[in-house]
C-alpha cells in the first residue's frame, strides 16, 4: 500500500512548480439551491471520483462547466470559487453555457453521437450537424477559460469525449501550452468510427495535443489506425507516436483507478459501520442471507437489464438460492433528458417488479432498488457488505465500481464478477469472468461465486487488493505526469547529431576528461527477434577498443539486462558496466549494487523458481533470471496464454515483494526500489569525477529506449545525449543519430578527435588537456 502523503510530494516534484489545470464537463462540486438554502452536491461519476482527491492533494484550477442552479451565486465575476468548501485545496472555474449549448454540445452530440459511438451502440447514435456545431462552441468556450487562467509554463489536462476540440483551440492561440488529454470512455475500432461524419475534425483536435491517453493498449491501437487511415498521419506504432500537422503527439495508455487508501479507511470507519447495520435493515438481510449488489449509473452501456435477465436465470437454475439471496441495485439517474436514458430507467424499474413479482415470498424480496443517493460513507458500506458485486457492462472504458469494490472490502469475503468487456477486466484477473451478452452463464458464475470456499475467496480478494492498492489513483498521475515531463523536456525539432559535429567538439575537446555512457540493445548492437542472439558488431568494437585506451576517456555501458549478462556479451576490459538499468555495477577497480535491492535478491531467486514452475507449460514463456529482476518473455507466446503468464507474475512479484514493470511483451520483476539510469549514470559519474564532474568532465550519454529518457532528462547541461532511433520521435536527448552504424560512426569520430588531442597534448600538473583552440 503506498504511503499517500509521499506519494503527493513526489507528485508535487514532478509538477516542479508548474500549475496544474484540468479542464472536464463535469464539475467536482454543484451549488443547488434548495428550501434549505444553497447546498453543495457531489456529482457521481467515476471522472469526478479519481480526480477530485488528487487535486485536492496537489492543488492547481479546474475548469468545469457550471451546471448547478446556485453554481454563478458563489463565485466572483469571471466564475471561480474555491473548493472543497471548508478546506479551499484548489480554484475551481465555471463555464457558463447558454441552454442551446447545453441541448446541443451535451446532451446532442457528446451524449447521443460521441457516447454511443465510442460504446459501439450505433443504434443509438444521432450525428446531427447543428449539435456539433454546438459542440465545437462549446469546447471554444472551455478553451477560452483555460486560456484565461493558464501560465505559459501550466500543465493543462483535457478530459473526456466532451472536450475532444479543447487542445486544437489551445494549440492555435498558444502553440508552446503544453496539453494532455485522457479519454475515459473507449476508442472505437475504424469500422465503427467510420460511421462518424465529424471523425477528422475529433482526431485533428485530439491530436493537437502532446500527450494523448486511453485506458487501454486497444484503444491506442484503434486510435493510431485512425490517425493512419483519416488524416494520413505518420505513425510509428513501436513508440506510440503520431506525427500530424508537423507536430508530434504521443499516444499512451494508462489505466485510471481509485484511491485505495481513503476508499480503505472510508469503509472501516465507524461511520461505515453505522451505514452497515442501517443498509443490512433497508435491504432486509436477514441472518444466513448474502447480498448481491450492483452500482451504476442507469446508463445503456452498463447492462444492467442483461444483469437482471442474468438473475432471472439463476434463480430458475439454482432454486436453492431462493429466499437465500438478495440483489440490490444501488442505481442514480443520469442524463434523463435523453429518450434512451428514460426507456432505460423504466425497462429496469419494470424488470425489478417483474423479478419481484415472479421470485418473491410474503417474507423475502429478492430484488430491492436503492436509487436515492448515499454518502460516501454510506456506499462504502453497501460495498463491504455485499457478499458479492456484479459488474456486467456491455461496453466500459475502465469501471471504476470494480475497483472501489475490491478497495472496500476490508473484511475480503467478497467476489466480483467482472464484465470481460470492461477495460478493468484486463488488470483484475483474480476477478470471476462474465459475458454479460451470455445469461446462463453469468448465472452459473454467480453460483460458483457464491459457493467458492472462504479461503478462496480470500486469497483471489489479497491479489485484487494488492494491485489496486500499487495501481491507484496516484500511480495513475504519476504515469501522467512522468510522461508529461518527458515530453517536456523534448525537442520538438529533432537535432541530427551530424549536423552539430563542431558545436560538439567546442564542447567535448576543451575538458580534461570524457565519459562516454552507452546503452547496449540498439544503441551499440542492431535489435534482434530473441534478445539472447544480440551481439557487438565488430566494427562497434573496435571502436570502443579504441576509445578505452585513451588515457582520459571513461567508458561505461549501461543495459537493462544483468549485469553479467552485459559484461559477458561486451567483453572488453576497462569498462564500467551497469546492469539492471544499474541497479548493479562494476569497473575493474569496484562493484556496487544497490543496497535494498541487494537485500532482496533472495527473493528474487525464489520469484525466478516460482515463476519457472508456473510457466514451464507455457510455449514461448522464457523466464530470464538477471539476479536483481526478472524478466518474463512472451513475445512468441500464444495470445490465449498471455493472461497465464501476466497473472503469474503478478501473483509471484506480491508473493516476493516485488513490483512488475510491463514493457513490450515482456514483465519485469523488480525490487520496490525508486532507480532508473538516470540515477545510477548520476552515481556513476559522481564516483568517478566527484560531484563537480560538470565542470570537470565532459559527458555523452547514447541510447535508445524508453528507460535512457530517465538518463536524458536527469543529465544537465552540458551533457551531451543522444537518442538512437528514427527521429520522428520526441526525446529529451539533444541530439539523434538515425541508427546504431551513426552511433558508430560518431564513436570513430571521437576516437579521433581523442587521439589527436593526446597527441598534441602538453602535460601539465592537474592533467588538463590543452585547449586545441
Ligand atoms: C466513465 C467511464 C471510467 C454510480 N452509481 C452511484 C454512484 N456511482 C459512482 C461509482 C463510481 C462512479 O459513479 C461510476 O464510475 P464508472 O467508472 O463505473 O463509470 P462512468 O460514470 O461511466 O465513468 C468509465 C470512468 O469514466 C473513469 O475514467 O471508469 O469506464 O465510462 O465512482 O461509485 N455513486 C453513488 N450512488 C450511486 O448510485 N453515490
Redesign the pocket.
Known amino acids: 500500500m503506498s504511503d499517500s502523503a509521499g506519494i503527493v510530494q513526489g507528485l508535487r516534484d514532478r509538477l516542479a512548480g508548474r500549475q496544474l489545470i484540468i479542464v472536464s464537463n463535469r464539475e467536482p462540486y454543484v451549488h443547488e439551491r434548495t428550501d434549505e438554502g444553497i447546498q453543495v452536491e457531489r456529482p ?4 469526478v ?2 480526480l477530485d482527491p488528487v487535486m485536492q492533494a496537489c492543488g492547481g484550477t479546474w475548469i468545469a462547466w457550471g451546471s448547478g442552479n446556485a453554481d454563478f451565486e458563489v463565485t466572483d465575476p469571471q466564475g471561480r470559487v474555491r473548493v472543497p468548501p471548508g478546506a479551499h485545496s484548489y480554484l475551481l472555474r465555471r463555464v457558463r453555457l447558454t441552454q442551446a449549448e447545453i441541448d446541443g454540445f451535451y446532451y446532442g452530440y457528446a451524449n447521443q453521437a460521441l457516447w454511443p459511438l465510442c460504446h459501439m451502440a450505433l443504434e443509438h447514435a444521432r450525428f446531427r450537424r447543428r449539435a456539433w456545431v454546438l459542440y465545437e462552441a462549446a469546447n471554444q468556450r472551455f478553451a477560452e477559460a483555460v486560456l484565461a487562467e493558464a501560465p505559459d509554463d501550466a500543465i493543462v489536462w483535457v478530459h ?1 469525449y466532451h472536450l475532444a476540440r479543447v487542445p486544437r483551440y489551445l494549440r492555435t492561440a498558444r502553440p508552446d501550452l503544453f496539453a494532455m488529454h ?1 479519454w ?2 473507449p476508442w472505437p475500432a475504424w469500422d465503427i468510427l467510420r460511421a462518424c461524419p465529424q471523425r477528422g475534425e475529433l482526431l485533428d483536435g485530439l491530436l493537437a495535443s502532446d500527450l494523448m491517453v486511453f ?1 487501454h493498449p486497444r484503444h491506442v491501437e484503434h486510435f493510431l489506425e485512425a490517425a493512419e487511415r483519416e488524416l494520413g498521419a505518420t505513425v510509428n506504432r513501436d513508440e506510440g507516436l503520431v506525427d500530424h500537422d508537423g507536430r508530434l503527439t504521443r499516444v499512451e495508455a494508462f489505466p ?1 483507478s ?1 484511491d485505495f487508501q481513503a476508499l480503505d479507511g472510508l469503509a472501516r470507519s465507524p461511520a461505515a459501520e453505522r451505514w452497515m447495520r442501517r443498509l443490512r435493515r433497508r435491504v432486509g438481510l436477514g441472518e444466513g442471507q448474502v447480498l448481491v449488489l450492483g ?3 442507469l ?1 445503456y ?2 447492462g444492467i437489464p442483461e444483469r437482471l435477465l442474468a438473475l432471472e436465470r439463476f434463480f430458475q437454475g439454482f432454486p436453492q438460492w431462493r429466499g437465500r439471496v438478495i440483489f440490490a441495485q ?3 439517474p ?1 442524463r434523463t433528458r435523453i429518450r434512451a436514458y428514460r426507456q432505460l430507467q423504466h425497462r429496469v424499474e419494470g424488470g425489478i417488479e417483474r423479478l419481484n413479482a415472479t421470485f418473491g415470498t410474503p417474507e423475502w424480496k429478492p430484488i430491492v432498488h ?2 436515492r ?4 460513507e ?2 462504502a458500506a453497501l460495498y463491504r457488505l455485499a457478499d458479492a458485486c456484479v ?1 456486467s ?1 456491455l461496453q ?7 475497483k ?1 469494490y475490491i478497495a472496500a472490502q476490508v473484511d475480503e469475503r467478497g467476489v466480483l464478477l467482472l464484465s470481460e468487456l ?3 477486466h484486463s488488470e483484475l484477473s483474480w476477478a470471476l469472468p462474465i459475458n454479460p451478452y451470455d445469461a446462463f452463464g453469468t448465472a452459473a458464475a454467480l453460483a460458483e461465486g457464491l459457493m467458492m470456499p472462504v479461503d478462496e475467496r480470500r486469497q483471489r480478494l489479497r491479489h485484487l487488493r494488492t494491485y489496486v492498492a500499487e495501481h491507484d489513483i496516484y500511480h495513475w498521475m504519476e504515469q501522467h505526469l512522468q510522461a508529461a515531463s518527458h515530453v517536456l523536456a523534448s525537442r520538438t525539432e529533432t537535432r541530427w547529431l551530424r549536423d552539430y559535429l563542431g558545436e560538439i567538439a567546442d564542447r567535448v575537446i576543451p575538458r580534461a576528461r570524457l565519459a562516454v555512457v552507452l546503452d547496449f540493445d540498439g544503441t551499440l548492437a542492431p535489435i534482434v527477434s530473441a534478445p539472447e542472439r544480440a551481439a557487438l558488431p565488430d566494427r562497434v568494437r573496435a571502436a570502443l577498443q579504441r576509445l578505452v585506451r585513451m588515457p582520459h576517456v571513461t567508458l561505461a555501458i549501461v543495459s537493462g539486462r544483468g549485469l553479467d549478462d552485459i559484461r559477458a556479451r561486451v567483453g572488453i576490459d576497462g569498462l564500467i558496466y551497469a546492469g539492471n538499468h544499474g541497479l548493479e555495477m562494476a569497473s575493474s577497480r569496484w562493484r556496487w549494487s544497490h543496497p535494498e535491492a541487494e537485500r532482496l535478491r533472495p527473493r528474487v531467486a525464489e520469484a525466478v523458481r516460482g515463476l519457472r514452475t508456473r510457466v514451464e507449460a507455457v510455449p514461448g514463456a522464457i523466464v530470464e533470471d538477471k539476479g536483481l529482476t526478472i524478466s518474463v518473455h512472451f513475445r512468441q507466446t500464444p495470445h490465449p496464454l498471455v493472461e497465464t503468464v501476466r497473472v503469474s507474475a503478478y501473483e509471484e512479484a506480491e508473493r516476493r515483494g516485488l513490483v512488475v514493470r510491463a514493457g513490450k511483451r515482456v514483465y519485469e520483476l523488480r525490487p520496490p526500489v525508486t532507480w532508473d539510469k538516470g540515477a545510477a549514470v548520476r552515481w556513476m559519474l559522481d564516483r568517478e569525477f566527484g560531484t563537480d564532474w560538470p565542470q570537470r568532465a565532459a559527458v555523452i550519454y547514447a541510447g535508445d529506449d524508453r528507460t535512457d529518457e530517465d538518463a536524458f532528462v536527469a543529465l544537465p547541461d552540458p551533457a551531451i545525449t543522444v537518442k538512437v532511433g528514427p527521429g520522428i520521435q520526441p526525446t529529451a536527448a539533444a541530439f539523434a543519430v538515425r541508427d546504431v552504424e551513426e552511433m558508430v560512426q560518431f564513436l570513430w569520430t571521437l576516437a579521433e578527435w581523442e587521439a589527436e588531442t593526446t597527441a598534441t597534448a602538453q602535460p601539465s600538473a592537474r592533467g588538463a588537456r590543452p585547449d586545441r583552440g
Open positions: 457521481s461519476g467515476g471522472l471520483a479519481a473526456d485522457f475515459h470512455i485506458q485510471i481509485v452500482v451504476d449509473r446508463d452501456t452498463k444501488k442505481s442514480s443520469s436503492l436509487p443517493p448515499l454518502p460516501p454510506g456506499m459488474v457492462s466500459d472504458g475502465m469501471n471504476l465500481v470494480a472501489e470492461t477495460g478493468a
